[in-house]
């Protein structure tokens, strides 16, 4: 098979306009084309007066070898790369030992997943409750203001990106194709078989949900066992070899292998690690809000006269700027046609973040702008990072007024300093609520002005991003983990053997991809460790 790179086309092309540029591209005539395949379509709107798909096809012909040849010189024209993906391992009958995955996330399912399909029948551990059940909690939180700790945004079945826009991309080297593994599984899930080719793929929160069901039959079905609303409490060492895990409640599971795949708010968790000596780091991280604007002035700003054209969708955006002060802000985790949620995962706290549904049809678009923070800003231990975030968390609560509404802000009042008082043409999508106040006391001096320096900074590249009415809404902390758990090369956390940390919680992950591809790293280090598995690779 043949990969052609780089074919553009204008927005509103033929299928035989697809066909020909390829006859063109490969200089071949049609009976030489059997066929073909898009393996990814992306956008380029740099240009609004010629905005394009660029399509990377993989071609069948008969003339392959002398296509290669003729055409050696050329870079966009290659053999397709093998993106199948070979286990590294396999066990034929029963071990005895079973490996437990802590944490039913992105990593934590694949993790499973592909320890299932190898055959270890592994034992998942999952603190939260199904996604059905979860999702219920969720929205009684978001409507009625009642939060359960253990199910939440952050906790049960699916992890934190389970209430998400579903954005499937990543930008993590990729020498072994494992993305395209994970794809393809979300797809065997029932996730849509576009996935596999748009550029910058997305399936929303209901879908999401669908697959992540699909993920657990298909372990289930492996001889793999998941039990829901059960937390791991303690790791039962010895000689610093992990020999079992304790449970809520104080049962016991005996297992010499465990994955750590616990997400970044698991703070209680990240605490007992401590306890028990294991390697823990402070790491970097990003705090500042979410930002709504009408998605018509988001759409216009990218899209020009293009703007609302069905083949492009609603419009996304990438920011970034250095400020003077030396930090950057960047946007994150942007949501088109979304709604920002309520993502504590703690009594007490307000902690914003962004969803949506596949249809992005809502009216705002909404993102995070974060400051980048590191350890020097809050110096201590480990777990510094941790209380770093609850304070400026604990503070979002309280000037939301104790009862889990947002502090929000107009962006004009925010860049002006002055408090806001109520709302203009965008209406917040934070629920339950937001109080309009004053947020410059809700981050650090540093934060507030980095952000002040970065919005209007933003709206020379999408003109209207520093719109008066558009809402600031606080505080966005859970951007990534605040520590590493540190490991060896060997997958194993430095100093205990058998326990295998990873995802985002970790530190070796961020986003539902990454996570996903960590989790199948995972899986194959602990098989690689399992003597009496038969070894493939
Ligand atoms: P998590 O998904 O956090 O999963 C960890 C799991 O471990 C949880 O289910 C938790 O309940 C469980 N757990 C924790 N402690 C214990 C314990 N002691 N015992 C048992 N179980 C435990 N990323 C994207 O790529 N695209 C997006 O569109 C996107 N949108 C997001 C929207 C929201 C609202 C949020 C919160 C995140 C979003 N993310 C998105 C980020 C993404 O969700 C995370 O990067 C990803 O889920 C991390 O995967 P993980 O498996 O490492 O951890």
Known sequence: MLRITQVRLPINHSESMLRDAILTRLDIRTQHLEGYTIFRRSIDARRQNRITFIYTLDVNSPKEDEILARLAGDPNVSRAPDTLYRFIARVRSPLRERPVVVGTGPCGLFAGLLLAQMGFRPILLERGKTV????????????????????????????????????????????????????????????????????????????????????????????????????????????????????????????????????????????????????????????????????????????????GHPLLGPADYKLVHHCQNGRSVYSFCMCPGGTVVAATSEPGCVVTNGMSQYSRNEPNANSAVVVGVTPDDFPGGPLSGIAFQRQWEQRAFALGGNNYDAPAQLVGDFLADRPSTGIGVVAPSYRPGVRMSDLKNSLPDYAIAALREAIPAFDKKIRGFALEDAVLTGVETRTSSPLWIVRDKDGQSTGIQGLFPAGEGAGYAGGIVSSAVDGILAAEAVARSIPEAEQLD
Request: proline share 5%.
């Open 132 to 307: 059905r059940e979860r999702t219920t909690d969720t929205f009684r939180f978001w409507r009625k203001r009642v939060f359960n700790p253990e199910s939440n945004v952050q906790f049960g079945e699916g992890g934190a990106g389970t209430f998400s826009d579903g954005k499937l991309y990543t930008q993590i080297r990729d020498p072994r194709h494992l993305v395209r593994k994970v794809l393809t599984e979300f797809v065997a899930a029932g996730a849509p078989p576009e996935i596999l080719y748009v550029g910058k793929p997305h399936i929303g929160t209901f879908r999401l949900v669908k697959v992540v069901e699909g993920l657990r039959k298909a372990i289930l079905s492996l001889g793999g066992e998941i039990r829901f609303q059960t937390r791991l409490r303690d790791l039962d060492l010895q000689d610093r070899m992990v020999r079992g895990v304790i449970l809520d409640g104080g049962g016991r599971i005996p297992c010499n292998h465990v994955i750590l795949a616990i997400g970044h708010s698991a703070r209680d968790t990240f605490e007992m690690l401590a306890d028990r000596c294991v390697t823990l780091m402070p790491k970097p991280f990003s705090v500042g809000f979410r930002i709504e604007h009408p998605q018509a002035l988001i759409d216009q700003a990218r899209y020009g006269r293009q703007a």
